[in-house]
């Protein structure tokens, strides 16, 4: 695919794509932007490094983004980078629209004024708002936008400048939206490494009151498949949903972790809910699979399991990152028992 610019390639989701890339593609050359907020971190690329180039740098410069593009001569931008953590936009919403609304129109704006052969925006589930539990209907990918949180909304802003910009001034663009991913190197403020964290630590797994809301999971690494299919089949203009059907509540999260580690169900604790706390998102990810072929590999409790496993055997990459976290949960309400 000749050279890939990969923003926010020092995350989590980024830095195994990055992974990913170089053993399916290694005769491609890939260029990592990344700002290195709290949540990057340039060891999620300790073995890759050699054979990437790393620019630090906001994928708001315009300036910056425009000369990283022409230096490299980049053909392809992977755009993963993003605030990306729910609790965090509420004490910090601004900075959410900064980055992921201005962040990425000025990244396509770059794009624009150079020119590329595609550019793929990584977003999520939470665009369209959420489901009720009880819900049958799934999201298509054409449910009308209804986001509740700041990170949603800006997501969401993010989405529709994408489009604008392949609409209006024809830049060769395509869209994954994805449900919520697991696995290793997740900054420990997401919620299967706090829990396994906290668990590690003898501490207790706080629970949202809303125990029983839902997510729908994906090993990082299918996600990373999918994001590859769409580049390698993907029709230009086309948004493709990236989804499983394995949907588990948190509690059930918290259960299969406290399980893996061999600890007591009583270090569930409950904790005020988070404001604006999504109920339950699902997808439909006919297209992607219909049309391209993908389908996720990693069954769902192994590809968990096996994650917990990891974070209790790689205390030397989580313990150092815990005090950089800006949020801890509760901080609006307080353990409530
Ligand atoms: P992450 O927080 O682990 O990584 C984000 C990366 O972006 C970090 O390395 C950070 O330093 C970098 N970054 C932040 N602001 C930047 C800026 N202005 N310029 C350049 N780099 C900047 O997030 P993640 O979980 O890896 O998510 C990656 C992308 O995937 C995000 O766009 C997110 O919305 C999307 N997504 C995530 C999930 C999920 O479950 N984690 C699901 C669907 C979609």
Request: net charge negative; charged share 25%; aromatic share 10%.
């Amino acid at each position: 695919m000749g050279t890939l610019m990969v923003t926010g390639g020092a995350g989590f989701i980024g830095s195994h794509f990055i992974r990913h890339w170089r053993g399916t593609h290694p005769g491609d050359r890939v260029i990592v932007v990344d700002a290195l907020t709290y949540a990057g971190n340039t060891a999620n690329l300790d073995d890759v490094w050699d054979d990437i180039v790393f620019e630090k740098a906001s994928i708001d410069d315009l300036a910056a983004m425009e000369r990283v593009l022409r230096t490299h001569h980049v053909d392809v931008i992977v755009n993963f980078a993003a605030e990306s953590h729910n609790s965090y936009a509420l004490l910090e919403p601004g900075q959410f629209f900064r980055t992921n609304v201005m962040g990425t129109q000025t990244l396509l704006e770059a794009a624009r004024r150079v020119g590329l052969a595609r550019f793929h925006h990584v977003s999520t589930c939470e665009v369209y708002g959420d489901l009720a539990l009880e819900a049958t209907e799934l999201f298509t990918e054409s449910t009308p936008y209804r986001p509740r949180t700041p990170y949603n909304a800006s997501k969401a802003g993010a989405d529709h400048a994408v489009r604008a910009y392949h609409h209006t001034f024809g830049l060769p663009i395509t869209i994954s939206n994805c449900a919520n991913n697991y696995g290793s190197h997740q900054f420990p403020e997401k919620v299967v490494p706090a829990f396994t964290t906290a668990a590690l630590d003898g501490k207790p797994l706080q629970l949202y009151a809303q125990t029983e809301n839902r997510r729908e999971w994906i090993h990082v690494v299918d996600h990373c498949r999918a994001i590859e299919a769409v580049l390698e089949r993907g029709e230009v203009g086309r948004t493709y949903h990236v989804g499983t059907g394995d949907e588990a509540s948190i509690e059930q999260i918290a259960d299969l972790v406290l399980d893996e580690l061999g600890l007591p169900a009583s270090m569930k604790t409950i904790v005020a809910d988070r404001p604006g706390h999504d109920r339950r998102y699902v997808l439909d990810w006919s297209t992607l699979r219909d049309e391209l072929g993908w389908r996720p590999r990693v069954p769902f409790e192994e590809g968990m399991r096996q994650t917990v496993r990891w974070y209790a055997e790689r205390r030397d990459w989580w313990e150092p990152l815990l005090d950089r976290a800006p949020v801890n949960e509760g901080d609006w309400g307080g353990v409530r028992e």
